[in-house]
């Protein structure tokens, strides 16, 4: 195919394509791009004709992509991405007049701790934006930035698309958070033997802390496994249960009062929070202005020195 013949080509053709790939599922991708099952299913049809191969091949529930399919994809991912970049590069991104509507993907932790306070900014800056967060954390980020859910998303970060770009933006260490009012530190004894709450996305009883006490020939009893921070506070006052969270989010719930933040009483690994985004949206004024937003709101430039 040259040049003058892609102008028989539907463009909205590979995008279902794509979708596809993504999603495995006419219904999914139908869903995702706001339109009908037949709409898909024709598209799909014309999709086979175009490449005169079969494309995805049903099994079970799920649509398979034959190696012609995994092929095209390969090359039609990196193109779609610098069309979409060659676009957004011709336009141009006016905060204060802006609609424009953000999908991002932030931890718990971060939602709850950072998120407020690059809001207010949003507001003040940015009052058309919408802004749609989704949840995640390193298991579901890579596959919310490939299906486009989400343009940037800020959690601890593992495997990414190979598209994605990846930033940091803090080192972050972890704190001890306690309602009682016994004075002074505690001491790792006091710790173990204190009943815990566990913040834990997949509802585990166990986390990186467990892991460092076993090397030590210790370990805690955690009697509490919640899937999020903001009513640590609640849960905690009144009582002698402790919790170990990120320092940011220890800032925060301190702040509301109740409660005290300390070191903890055993060396315990940090994480470095990061900001990831699709290579697509690279260079698009609008994400370009949110993800220095983000930067400034959700970054220590101190602690990466």
């Avoid at 394509?17 to 339109?35: D, G, I, N, Q, Y």
């Avoid at 849960?235 to 702040?255: E, H, N, Q, R």
Wanted: charged share 25%.
């Amino acid at each position: 195919m040259n040049r003058n013949d892609l102008r028989r080509l539907d463009l909205n053709l590979l995008i279902v394509f794509e979708t596809l790939m993504h999603e495995r599922s006419v219904t999914r991708a139908a869903e995702k791009l706001f339109l009908g099952q037949p709409a898909i299913s024709a598209a799909l049809s014309r999709l086979r004709s175009l490449f005169d191969d079969p494309l995805f091949v049903r099994t079970g529930r799920s649509m398979e992509p034959t190696a012609r399919a995994q092929e095209i994809f390969a090359l039609l991912s990196p193109a779609l991405d610098s069309i979409s970049t060659a676009v957004s590069r011709a336009s141009e991104f006016d905060p204060a007049t802006s609609t424009a509507v953000f999908r991002i993907g932030l931890s718990d932790d971060v939602e709850f701790a950072l998120l407020p306070a690059l809001l207010r900014r949003l507001r003040v800056e940015a009052p058309g934006v919408v802004l749609v967060v989704r949840r995640t954390n390193y298991l579901l980020m890579p596959n919310l930035l490939a299906s486009g859910e989400i343009s940037v998303g800020v959690s601890y970060t593992e495997e990414l698309p190979a598209n994605a770009k990846r930033k940091a933006l803090r080192h972050t260490r972890h704190r001890l958070l306690r309602a009682d009012a016994v004075p002074g530190p505690m001491s790792l004894d006091t710790y173990c033997a204190r009943p815990h709450v566990l913040v834990s996305f997949a509802g585990d009883l166990n986390g990186f802390i467990d892991d460092q006490l076993q090397t030590m020939g210790r370990s805690r009893k955690i009697v509490l496994a919640v899937p999020q921070f903001n009513g640590l506070g609640t849960l905690l006052a009144g009582t002698d249960l402790v919790a170990v969270v990120p320092d940011y989010t220890a800032a925060a719930l301190t702040a509301a009062g109740g409660l005290r933040a300390e070191e903890l009483p055993l060396e315990a690994q940090g994480f470095e929070l990061s900001m990831a985004w699709r290579g697509a949206q690279d260079a698009d004024p609008a994400e370009r202005w949110l993800r220095a937003r983000i930067q400034m709101f959700f970054g220590d430039p101190d602690s990466l020195s």
